[in-house]
């Protein structure tokens, strides 16, 4: 994985220039990484024609297609910059259904009723209070849980991430911002 984080920045600079086969390179490095991330996240209900997969593959291409947008200031930025535009992307499919008509259940078949790691471990009440008080914390501490706790990453590979010195500094990071995390949830609570 540090090896694929080293040249994330060198990709999204060849991709910058024009070069396609680096655009595929990085497409078929994060589709996975966000599909898993994003699965379950999508509702039921806000399922038709626009599938998580769906959802994925297209916020992928607009994310690199605005690359002007973003400023590359560590590796692991990226990626939460994928996940940010993914969760505002799935938000908006869910008030996008919810403006128009009713329309009939889909077959059960169809629906992907999958839940996310996070949502299986702890539910969609929860769920919607962890973005919530991870929205409150630093660009820096989001990034590092959202690499820890929902991308599975190993400490060395935050610290690679994020340009930190050690991995014991980037797991300093990670626990401050689950503490903050913890406070701000309980303070949420009805």
Do not use: C
Not at 54 to 74: I, S
Request: no cysteine.
């Amino acid at each position: 994985m540090a090896a694929d984080l080293e040249t994330t920045s060198e990709l999204l600079a060849l991709i910058r220039q024009g070069d396609l086969a680096a655009r595929d390179a990085l497409m078929r490095r994060y589709l996975p990484i966000l599909t898993g991330w994003a699965r379950g996240r999508l509702p039921s209900y806000a399922r038709d024609l626009a599938q998580t997969d769906d959802l994925v593959q297209d916020t992928l291409r607009a994310a690199l297609n605005h690359l002007d947008e973003f400023e590359l200031r560590r590796e692991g930025a990226f990626l939460a910059y994928l996940r940010r535009s993914l969760l505002n992307r799935v938000r908006d499919e869910i008030r996008r259904v919810r403006r128009g008509p009713l329309r009939e259940a889909m077959d059960d078949g169809v629906a992907d009723k999958r839940r996310s790691v996070v949502e299986e471990a702890i539910g969609r009440e929860t769920l919607e209070r962890y973005e919530a008080a991870l929205g409150e914390l630093s660009e820096e501490q989001r990034e590092a849980v959202i690499l820890r706790l929902e991308f599975g990453y190993t400490y060395p590979q935050i610290a690679a991430a994020m340009g930190k010195p050690t991995a014991n500094a980037a797991r300093m990071v990670v626990v401050r911002a689950l503490v903050r995390i913890v406070e701000a949830m309980n303070a949420f609570r009805p």
